[in-house]
């Protein structure tokens, strides 16, 4: 290859909702979505979950172009701001995701007299912008769900005319959304309440939330009818080929390609543990590496995973790990040592394990405390069934490194 030919740039992109340069495997995933926007009427919504990183805010990206072709109005954005905190806010939130995308629909038309004119008035088509959202919402009486509900089908009456098969409300970031008993705050209690409703009367409203793994149990919590609504998508690891297809398929799309050998190839599959952010980091740092090389003249670059793990675990774990007591970190030591700690562990099994391991053994009160102050900084969540999971994909390893560095 001719030595002017411009150097490959890095395309991988490991970032909270940064597209992938090659967006691997959820077949499966987009298939189910299919289903669900055949029906008719709409009777199950989607819960899109998984720990963070897997890939949940990309996907449903993907899924957004999926639903317009199929004539689905698109409307949506992420719960992660003050939308969630009560009724009101979330309602206006709604009001202004459907807005622009319907704005260009007249609802009706208004004759106004021409000042000075005997010839026959204008007539002036009234749109359905966010200012007739919000005068029909305002003027529907009862409570914010009546309000909304009111907004919700005149849009659809609005849309049923036209080619469109109905609209689809998708909400990243849902698991912020939450019921506030002492301020007289239901937003999540809303939400779900305005659906079952609409989708009652067969009005064609898709509900897409997408969230970290206490989503759906939080849902449940706030209307037991939610395990019926929802059907529930949890993201995974990608399989291995899928795995390898993340790594290779943007390599190769590459004007001059760094190569990565076979053996980086499964090195970076085995450390990553099919993660799709640990994947386009790990991508990230190798390509970067073997670019400079390069540049420096080398022929064969090689770039190792242990320096890259390295700088994965000062990038995006040590934060995290640096901001608990040593006591909580004590915690997490024992509970790595779990055979199936990266599934899920029990307090029981922690005590148990303490007992063997520490001096000091740990009380099973001192473990759920322990546990609860975990959750409150995202690194452990309680599931549906009592039990604990790390939040962070592959903190068990991480730990056991951190352990080993530390010579214990
Ligand atoms: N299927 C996939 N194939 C390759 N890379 C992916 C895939 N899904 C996600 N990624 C990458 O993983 C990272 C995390 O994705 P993101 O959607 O932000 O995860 P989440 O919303 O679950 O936290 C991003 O860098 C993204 O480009
Ligand atoms: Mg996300």
Not at 42 to 57: D, M, S, W
Not at 109 to 114: A, F, I, T, Y
Not at 349 to 371: G, M
Not at 377 to 404: D, M, T
Request: hydrophobic content about 40%; aromatic content about 8%; proline content about 7%.
């Amino acid at each position: 290859m001719n030595s002017r030919t411009p150097l490959a740039s890095n395309p991988f992109r490991p970032g909270a909702g940064h597209p992938p340069p090659y967006l691997a495997g959820r077949e499966e995933e987009k298939q189910e979505l299919s289903r669900l926007l055949k029906q008719s009427p709409v009777l199950t919504n989607l819960v899109l979950t998984g720990l963070r990183g897997v890939g949940k805010t990309v996907l449903l990206e993907t899924f957004k172009p999926i639903a317009i072709q199929r004539e689905w109005i698109w409307a949506g954005t992420d719960l992660s701001e003050s939308a969630s905190v009560g009724e009101q806010a979330l309602a206006v939130r709604i009001l202004a995701d459907l807005a622009p995308l319907v704005a260009p629909l007249t609802v009706a038309v208004e004759e106004v007299p021409r000042i000075g004119f005997k010839s026959a008035p204008l007539r002036r088509g009234i749109k359905l912008d966010y200012g007739l959202m919000k005068q029909v919402y305002d003027g529907t009486p009862g409570l914010v769900a009546d309000k909304l509900k009111a907004v919700l089908e005149l849009v659809w009456a609005s849309l049923s005319p036209t080619r469109c098969r109905g609209v689809v409300l998708a909400y990243d970031e849902a698991q912020n959304l939450s019921d506030h008993a002492p301020r007289g705050q239901y937003p999540l209690s809303l939400l779900l309440d305005v659906f079952q409703s609409i989708q009652r009367k067969e009005i064609p409203y898709l509900l897409i939330l997408a969230g970290l793994p206490t989503l759906f149990p939080k849902l449940v919590e706030a209307r037991t009818f939610a395990e019926r609504m929802f059907h529930v998508t949890t993201l995974g690891r990608l399989s291995e080929s899928e795995s390898q297809q993340a790594i290779l398929k943007p390599i190769d799309k590459q004007p001059r390609p760094v190569k990565f050998s076979d053996v980086t190839v499964r090195e970076i599959i085995k450390h990553s543990g099919g993660y799709p952010y640990f994947i386009q980091f790990l991508c990230r740092e190798m390509f970067d590496s073997c670019l400079q090389q390069k540049a420096r003249g080398a022929l064969n670059p090689t770039a190792t995973v242990e320096q890259s793990i390295r700088k994965l675990d000062s990038d995006f774990f040590a934060g995290r790990w640096n901001r608990i007591t040593d006591r909580q970190r004590e915690l997490l030591d024992v509970v790595a040592e779990l055979p199936d700690c990266d599934v899920e562990f029990t307090v029981q099994a922690i005590v148990a394990k303490s007992r063997k391991v520490q001096s000091k053994p740990f009380s099973p009160s001192h473990v759920t405390q322990l546990l609860a102050k975990l959750a409150e900084s995202g690194l452990v969540y309680k599931n549906r069934h009592g039990r604990y999971s790390f939040a962070v994909p592959l903190l068990g390893e991480f730990i056991r490194r951190q352990k080993g560095e530390r010579g214990a």
